[in-house]
């Protein structure tokens, strides 16, 4: 039953191998280590009209690493939406902060404010979800 499930979920070489980013393209996911870091950051984002996302992962979460290419490649699809990384075990403040329960989940912020949510490894959901969320109106304000 564990090759079942570690197959279902995805373990082993080959998806860790699949889950690094290719070496020669620089990363537009923002990764942040220190709590400290994350909110001034966060606090910051409040001014900016720009769609955060922020990938609650961690490093043992085979979901987590069967989504981290998709992530990549979404930072550099959508230039003007941010991508923040956070690992709740290295940053479980944040994550309590955020009620995340399940890893992948996938917050999507505006200004501070929570417009969305994704839990679990749901790449097609994220994506028409962040392209909902980026669109500008189509009214003068």
């Known amino acids: 039953m564990g090759g079942i499930l570690s197959g279902l979920v995805g373990g082993g070489a080959a998806a860790a191998e699949e889950s690094s980013p290719s070496s020669t393209e620089?990363?537009?996911l923002v990764e942040f280590h220190s709590s400290n870091r994350w909110q001034l950051h966060f606090n910051a984002s409040k001014e900016i009209p720009k769609l955060m996302v922020v990938d609650f992962s961690a490093t043992w979460c085979g979901p987590c690493r069967f989504m981290e290419p998709v992530?990549?490649?979404?930072a550099s699809k959508f230039t003007d939406v941010e991508f923040c990384k956070i690992d709740v075990d290295?940053?479980?403040?944040?994550?309590?902060?955020f009620g995340v329960q399940a890893m992948p989940t996938f917050v999507i912020l505006k200004q501070g404010k929570?417009?969305?949510?994704?839990?679990?490894?749901k790449k097609d959901e994220?994506?028409?979800?962040v392209e909902k969320h980026r669109e500008k109106p189509k009214?003068?304000?």
Do not use: Y
């Open 90 to 97: 290295e940053l479980s403040d944040v994550a309590r902060e």
């Open 139 to 141: 009214f003068a304000a």
């Open 71 to 74: 992530i990549h490649s979404m």
């Open 26 to 28: 620089p990363s537009r």
């Open 126 to 129: 994220l994506e028409k979800k």
């Open 114 to 121: 929570e417009v969305d949510r994704i839990v679990g490894a």
